[in-house]
């Protein structure tokens, strides 16, 4: 049995010279008996055929009404439209905005995130919603990814003081998590009217999520990015978008720097030809 014996050589060779048991022993089936042993079994209890049934917690009825009347609805996104459309300035808008209790982010974040830099500037710069830092700050884009956003400012002759900067969504999500449909919903109408009050020349959607709801897409921001598309204001007034990669995006793919310049260097060339 010349297996046998090199498995035998093996075993000394690594200190293995004593066995522990004279047969294998099935460990798993052991834990399971001694399991079973310390758990008595429960017989059900003798039912009375005069007992009534037991009712049911009252709790349990309760937890669909209060779970649904956290949810926004039909009204407050009614409600959000009617709140928008009064709003004659930017000014009123943000005061509307931070009024408003029908958006349960509102809730959770610690500060209203409206926007920052020239709101008279001819192109306007749209996010998805605030992280950390904008959230303790109340200012859009100031963390890593704002940094690189300057950045990518300053490359083609741009500054905070010569551009609009905001987010579809106002309120961080917590933990930085995707707004849900019905929370995009909801605020829409502030952002649509945030749009139209500033009435920038051109767009930049940073990202996906802010592209789709600039433009209504329903392609991805890899293929839509470097493509001029078209946001219609709820006025009717057509202006043109520049979808490119957020910035947040950027940090996480270096190599996809060089998309995102190209986009910016359209976005140089269309302002340019504004001006003339």
């Known amino acids: 049995m010349p297996h046998l014996r090199e498995l035998l050589h093996f075993y000394a060779e690594a200190g293995v010279d004593t066995p522990l048991e004279d047969v294998p022993v099935d460990r798993f089936s052991q834990i399971e008996a001694k399991r079973a042993s310390s758990v008595a079994p429960m017989s059900p209890p003798a039912k009375s055929a005069s007992a009534p049934a037991p009712e049911r917690p009252q709790a349990n009825l309760a937890a669909p009404a209060l779970a649904k009347a956290s949810v ?17 300035s930017l000014e009123e808008l943000r005061e509307q905005l931070a009024a408003f209790d029908g958006c349960n982010l509102k809730f959770t974040a610690k500060n209203l995130v409206f926007a920052d830099g020239n709101p008279a500037a001819p192109v306007m710069f749209v996010g998805e919603a605030p992280g950390r830092e904008e959230d303790l700050e109340g200012v859009p ?8 956003l300057d950045r990518m400012f ?22 930085n998590r995707t707004p849900t449909p019905l929370e995009t919903e909801i ?22 999520p802010a592209a789709k709801a600039l433009t209504n897409a329903s392609e991805g921001i890899l293929r839509l990015r470097g493509n001029w ?25 270096p190599a996809q720097k060089r998309f995102a310049w190209r986009d910016f260097l359209n976005v140089k060339m269309r302002l340019r030809s504004l001006a003339e």
């Open 187 to 208: 605020c829409r109408p502030f952002f649509e009217r945030q749009v139209e009050l500033a009435n920038p020349k051109i767009l930049v959607a940073l990202g996906g």
């Open 72 to 88: 926004p609805d039909d009204a407050k996104i009614a409600m959000a439209r009617q709140l928008a459309l009064g709003a004659g």
């Open 154 to 175: 300053a490359a083609i002759g741009l500054d905070r003081s010569s551009v609009y900067i905001a987010n579809t969504i106002p309120w961080r999500p917590p933990g």
């Open 229 to 253: 598309k078209t946001h219609l204001t709820p006025s009717g007034i057509e202006i043109p978008v520049m979808p490119t990669l957020h910035p947040a995006y950027l940090l996480r793919n």
């Open 141 to 148: 884009f100031i963390g890593r990814s704002g940094q690189l």
